[in-house]
C-alpha cells in the first residue's frame, strides 16, 4: 500500500541433461523495485535433481529491503485499531527481511508426490517510521524490538498431486502439508511452531466429464 509504482522481472532458467526427467535443473528469480519508497525484493529458488545420491536439492531464499508487511494494533487480542482518528495508514508496519531454507527433496510415485527437509534461517528487521503507531507509547515495543531479530529452524513438507491437468483438473488428488519451527535466536524469548495442510479431491460425475465433484 506504501509502495506506489511498482517495476519487477520474474525469470525462469530450465535445464535438461539426458536421462534427467523431467529436467536437470530450474533457477527462479524474481525482483522488484518500489519507486515511492524506494523499497526492493530479491527472491531466488533453485531445484537441481538427483543432485545428491538419489536426492534433490532444492534452495528457496528471499532478501528484501523494508516494504509494507502487516498492520499492527497493539499487544494481545484484545487490542483494537482507533478507525475514529486515524486511518489504516497509521498502522501499517514496513519490514526488511533475509530469508534462506535449503532443503533435500525426495521424489515419489513418478513426479507426482515430494517430501523435502532442511535447516531454515529467518530475520527480520522492522522499520521505526516516523508518525506510525508501532513507535507510538501505546504500541507497546521497546527500542530492542526494532533491531535485527534472527530465528532458525527447520521445516519439514510432504506434497502430493495426481491431476490429470493442472489448469483444468477432471480428477485427482491434491495433497500439501508443512510443519515447520523456529526459535529465537536474540536471547531465545520466542519459539514459533507451525502445521499447515490442504487436500482436494476432483471426480468427474459423468462419463463424458461434464460435471466434477470437488471436494
Not at 530469508?99 to 535447516?119: D, E, H, Q, T, Y
Amino acid at each position: 500500500p506504501d509502495d506506489g509504482f511498482l517495476i519487477g522481472a520474474n525469470l525462469t532458467r530450465t535445464t535438461y541433461k539426458f536421462a534427467k526427467d523431467p529436467y536437470h535443473a530450474q533457477h527462479n528469480f524474481v525482483g522488484s523495485f518500489a519507486f515511492a519508497t524506494r523499497s526492493w525484493f530479491l527472491q531466488y529458488n533453485c531445484d537441481f535433481l538427483n543432485a545428491i545420491g538419489g536426492w534433490d536439492l532444492m534452495i528457496e531464499s528471499q532478501l528484501s529491503g523494508p516494504s509494507y508487511a502487516f498492520n499492527y494494533f497493539g499487544m494481545g487480542n484484545t487490542a483494537q485499531a482507533d478507525f475514529e482518528n486515524n486511518e489504516i495508514d497509521y498502522y501499517r508496519v514496513r519490514q526488511g527481511q533475509l530469508f534462506l531454507f535449503p532443503a533435500l527433496k525426495k521424489r515419489f510415485a513418478g513426479n507426482s508426490g515430494k517430501f523435502f527437509f532442511g535447516p531454515m534461517l529467518d530475520s527480520r528487521d522492522l522499520e521505526d517510521t516516523e508518525g506510525r503507531f508501532i513507535v507510538s507509547s501505546e504500541s507497546g515495543l521497546s527500542a530492542s524490538d526494532f533491531e535485527t531479530q534472527h530465528f532458525a529452524g527447520g521445516r519439514f513438507g510432504l506434497n502430493f498431486n495426481s491431476l490429470d491437468n493442472w489448469q483444468n483438473p477432471h480428477k485427482g488428488i491434491v495433497f500439501n502439508t508443512q510443519l515447520s519451527y523456529l526459535n529465537h535466536l536474540n536471547g531465545s524469548r520466542y519459539s514459533f511452531g507451525a502445521l499447515s495442510s490442504n487436500f482436494a479431491m476432483y471426480k468427474p460425475l459423468d462419463r463424458e466429464e461434464s460435471f466434477i465433484l470437488v471436494t
